[in-house]
């Protein structure tokens, strides 16, 4: 049984400066010079098969300023030769670490920590020579990255769970496929017949092209400026929270989901008016797919989004035009989304 937590949800899924080690946190600023030699690199966005090439191509192209950028596909990419200091590179990495225990006495393992690399990272090429034997050796550097959260492997779905509709994780009944959006997720069922298991990656919450818009604004305003991020920069922008008084705020329906880290399972949907029992200004829950339609036709509003890092929660609102963070905190109370952390934001508009 394996569970696959997000590591690195960092400043509202965006990081940008060197990193210290594999899960770490923090990162060190990078200096001045960084930024004005990538900004003569050319760089290459290494377009994620699971995107559509020419959407995302169009998306990034309208909102990238900070250097010249060009879009290649994974196959492409593979076949290219792009090792050069003059290049830098955008790519999508999905790779994760999970360490398990042998309980003593028992046949039996438990995990006791997870990492998972889901993110676009952009890195450069800080050194490239040839080797004798006429191999290429090079030295990368990170400038930034962009963490997203998947769904946990191995989720086990209630079979009484009454909230099916177009809610991403929601029980769709006793079949040996499950379909996602555009992606579909072959399951078994257990030998109660009660619930299921994922045996392979459901999609993540928030890698869609939307998001991805706003998270790739962010980034490109910060690289412009010099910038450096970090997770523990927190936002209270109150005089653009204060413009929730009079606006909706728009919420992806996933958040309402509540869900157990120590069974892995997804123990009920709260219905819209309880999480949201002591947020006293107006919102609106949508679906990923209304939720992203509404960014990508260029409506301007604030949405809420949630993201964890190995216990960590980070809560933001983003502006979806601009792409501006107008709220990010970070706590380790809980995984989840609560009425507390909705209260809390009510206090700041009022």
């Keep these: 049984m394996t569970c696959l937590l ?5 400043y ?3 990081n940008i400066g060197r990193k210290r080690g594999l899960g770490n946190l923090y990162v060190v600023e990078h200096k001045d010079k960084l930024y004005d030699h990538i900004r003569k690199t050319t760089t290459y966005f290494v377009v994620p098969d699971s995107l559509d090439f020419n959407e995302t191509k169009k998306v990034i192209e309208e ?7 060009k879009f290649i596909s994974e196959i492409d990419y593979k076949k290219s030769d792009l090792i050069s200091t003059d ?3 955008i790519k999508f990495q999905d790779k994760n670490y999970i360490k398990t225990k042998q309980t003593i006495g028992l046949n039996d393992e438990r995990i006791v920590g997870a990492i998972d690399l889901y993110k676009f990272q952009m ?3 800080k050194e490239v020579s040839k080797k004798d034997n006429g191999k290429i050796k090079k030295e990368i550097g990170q400038i930034a990255e962009i963490i997203f959260t998947p769904n946990n492997y191995y989720r086990f779905l209630a079979t009484d ?3 099916t509709g177009d809610f991403e994780i929601g029980y769709v009944g006793r079949s040996n496929l499950i379909k996602t959006g555009t992606n579909e997720f072959t399951i078994k069922a257990k030998d109660d017949g009660n619930s299921y298991e994922y045996i392979k990656s459901p999609d993540s919450y928030n890698f869609h092209l939307g998001y991805i818009k706003n998270y790739f604004q962010t980034l490109n305003n910060k690289l412009n400026n010099n910038q450096s991020l970090r997770i523990r920069d927190e936002i209270k922008n109150k005089d653009k929270l204060k413009e929730l008084k009079s606006k909706t705020l728009y919420v992806p329906n996933w958040l309402l989901k509540d869900y157990s880290t120590f069974k892995l399972k997804v123990t009920k949907v709260l219905k819209p008016e309880e999480l949201f029992e002591d947020y006293k200004y ?3 829950v949508l679906t990923n797919n209304e939720l992203n339609a509404k960014i990508l036709n260029k409506d301007e509003f604030y949405y809420l989004m949630h993201t964890t890092y190995n216990g960590e929660k980070v809560v933001s609102i983003i502006n979806s035009l601009t792409g501006q963070i107008i709220y990010s905190i970070v706590d380790n109370s809980s995984n989840l989304i609560k009425k507390s952390d909705l209260k809390n934001i009510s ?3 009022k």
């Design 123 to 125: 890195f450069y090429y």
């Design 63 to 69: 909102i990238w300023t900070f250097n010249t950028i």
């Design 6 to 10: 997000s590591i690195l949800s960092i």
């Design 12 to 14: 509202s899924q965006v």
């Design 87 to 89: 290049n830098s590179i």
């Design 347 to 349: 206090k700041l508009i």
């Design 161 to 163: 769970l009454d909230y």
């Design 282 to 284: 107006e919102f609106k």
